[in-house]
C-alpha cells in the first residue's frame, strides 16, 4: 500500500470513530507531515481523497474540516423477503457519474443557481428532453414540454386546474398508484373509478362512463400498472383513444416505466394521438432516483397557458441544481449507457419473479408481463390483513392494496409483489413461502 492510501486510512478511521466529528479541524499539513513522517505532498494527496469523497472540505488559508464522519456502504442481505418496497435499489444507480454531472452544474451555471426559475424549466434541459422523448415515440414540441417536480406535481396541477372540455370528474383505474389515490382523497377532488384486471378494462363500461359522467380526463397507465404490472394491447389502447375522441375526454398517460420497455414494438399511447387529447407524464424516480424530483409534462396546445399559471402558483420552477444536472447527465450520454445497465438488473430480476410465479402459482390470476412489479389474485374467502400478518412471521414483507383504491370503491384480494429491493435470489423463496401458505387451507386466514 502507499503511503498516502495508508494516511489516508488512518485519518478516515478517525474520523468514521469520532475522533475528527463533523464539524472538526483537521491538523495542518506541516502538523500531519511531522505526525506520519512524510512529505507534505503525500498528506495533500490523502486529503485530496478525503475531499473527493465529501468526507472533508477546504478552507483557503484556513484548514481541512469533517464535513461527516458517516462512509455509505452498500446495504447487507437482510433475513427478510422484502415485496413491499417499492422504491429502487438505490446502489444500482452509478451515482458517481451523476455526482460529477451535480458538480459540474453547479460550477458551470453559478449565475443562474441565484435567480429564480423559469416558467417552463431549464431552457437546455427541455431541449435535451425532447430528444429523449423521441426515443420513446414521444414527438413534440419543446413549448408544449414542462419541467415539473416529480410527476405527483403534475398529476395536482392537472387535477385542480380547469379543462377546456369543462369535465368536472376524473376516472381513475382501479386500483391505481397509491399517492395519486392518497391526494383525490385529500383534496376531495370528485373522482370515480373503473375496474382494471390482468385482461384490462371492460370498454363498454368506460364508454358509458365518457357518455354519462362528465368526465375531465382519464388517468391511465397503459403500460406496467401500478401495482397489478399488466399492459393494453395495441387493439385496447386505440379503442380507448377512440373513446375519448368520441366523448371529448382527454387521457393522462402516466408512462413512469417507458425505460423498462424491451419490446420495441409497444409504443406509449401518446404516439397514437392524432387530436391532441392525450397529457404524456414522464418520471426518472425508478430509472434514476425518487430525489431527484424532476418529471416531465407533454402537453397539448390548448391547456398550456392555465397549467402555466397554476404551475406558477404552486412552484415557481423545479431545483435548478437538479435540472443542471439532469441535463449534462442525458446531454453527455451518461443516462443512456446507465439507463441499460440499470434497466438490465431490474429485467433479471423481473424475469426470475415471472418464472417464479409460472411455477409455484401457475393456478392463480396474475400478470404476464416481465417487469419488477406484478401482482396475484387471491381467493375471496381470503382474509388479506391475516394472510399479510402471518407471512410477515414468515419474513415475507408485503404491502396492502387498500391504499391503491378510491374510498368506497371495491377492492379485489390482489397481493402486490415488487422486487425492486429483492436480491436476485431471494425472488422465488419469497414466492414459495407465499404458495405454501396459499396451500394451507386450515390456516386462520382462510
Known amino acids: 500500500m502507499l503511503k498516502y492510501e495508508t494516511i489516508y486510512q488512518s485519518l478516515l478511521q478517525k474520523i468514521q470513530s469520532g475522533d475528527f466529528p463533523a464539524g472538526a479541524k483537521l491538523p495542518s499539513i506541516r502538523g500531519l507531515s511531522q505526525q506520519y513522517i512524510c512529505s507534505k505532498s503525500t498528506i495533500i494527496s490523502a486529503l485530496k481523497r478525503l475531499e473527493e469523497q465529501h468526507i472533508i ?15 455509505f456502504e452498500e446495504p447487507t442481505s437482510t433475513e427478510g423477503v422484502d415485496f413491499a418496497t417499492s422504491s429502487p435499489t438505490w446502489h444500482a444507480f452509478p451515482y458517481k457519474d451523476f455526482q460529477q454531472c451535480i458538480n459540474k452544474a ?19 434541459l427541455i431541449i435535451e428532453a425532447k430528444k429523449l422523448l423521441e426515443s420513446y415515440q414521444v414527438f413534440t414540441k419543446p413549448e408544449q414540454i414542462f ?30 398508484y397509491h399517492l395519486y389515490m392518497d391526494m383525490l382523497k385529500t383534496y376531495g377532488i370528485r373522482a370515480i373509478g373503473i375496474p382494471r384486471t390482468a385482461q384490462g378494462i371492460d370498454l363498454k363500461q368506460l364508454e358509458k362512463i ?5 368526465i375531465k380526463f382519464f388517468y391511465t397507465m397503459p403500460r406496467f400498472h401500478n401495482p ?23 387521457i393522462i398517460e402516466d408512462d413512469y416505466l417507458a425505460d423498462f420497455e424491451y419490446n420495441t414494438k409497444n409504443d406509449p399511447l401518446f404516439a397514437e394521438d392524432i387530436k391532441e387529447q392525450v397529457i404524456y407524464l414522464k418520471s426518472f ?11 416531465l409534462a407533454v402537453l397539448p396546445p390548448p391547456i ?13 420552477d423545479s431545483s435548478m441544481i437538479s435540472q443542471a444536472a439532469l441535463y449534462l447527465y442525458i446531454k453527455s450520454g451518461m443516462f443512456e449507457h446507465n439507463k441499460l445497465k440499470v434497466s438490465s438488473i431490474y429485467h433479471k430480476r423481473a424475469q426470475i419473479l415471472h418464472q417464479s410465479l409460472q411455477n409455484h402459482l401457475a393456478n392463480y390470476e396474475s400478470s404476464s408481463e416481465i417487469v419488477m412489479h406484478g401482482h396475484i389474485l387471491l381467493p375471496r374467502q381470503v382474509n ?26 371495491h377492492k379485489e384480494r390482489v397481493l402486490k409483489l415488487n422486487v425492486s429491493n429483492v436480491e436476485n435470489h431471494r425472488v422465488e423463496e419469497g414466492v414459495k413461502k407465499i404458495a405454501s401458505a396459499l396451500k394451507k387451507r386450515d390456516n386462520y386466514f382462510f
Not at 441565484?114 to 431549464?122: D, I, N, W
Not at 365518457?210 to 362528465?214: A, G, R, V
Not at 397557458?305 to 415557481?316: N, V
Open 57 to 71: 472540505y477546504s478552507i483557503p488559508k484556513s484548514g481541512y474540516y469533517v464535513v461527516e464522519h458517516q462512509v
Open 106 to 124: 453547479i460550477d458551470t451555471y453559478q449565475e443562474e443557481l441565484f435567480r429564480y426559475g423559469t416558467p417552463k424549466g431549464l431552457s437546455l
Open 147 to 176: 419541467i415539473t417536480s416529480g410527476v405527483q406535481q403534475a398529476l395536482a396541477i392537472l387535477s385542480m386546474m380547469p379543462f377546456p372540455n369543462n369535465g368536472s370528474t376524473i376516472l381513475v383505474e382501479q386500483p391505481s
Open 210 to 214: 365518457f357518455n354519462e359522467e362528465e
Open 228 to 250: 397489478l404490472g399488466t399492459s393494453y394491447s395495441k387493439k385496447d389502447k386505440e379503442a380507448i383513444l377512440q373513446l375519448a375522441y368520441k366523448y371529448n375526454v382527454y
Open 285 to 295: 424516480s425508478k430509472i434514476m432516483f425518487p430525489g431527484l424530483r424532476i418529471g
Open 304 to 316: 398550456l397557458s392555465t397549467f402555466q399559471k397554476f404551475r406558477m402558483t404552486i412552484d415557481i
Open 384 to 409: 388479506m390483513k391475516l394472510f399479510i400478518r402471518y407471512l410477515y412471521d414468515q419474513h415475507v414483507y408485503l404491502d396492502s392494496v387498500e391504499s391503491n383504491y378510491l374510498a368506497n370503491f
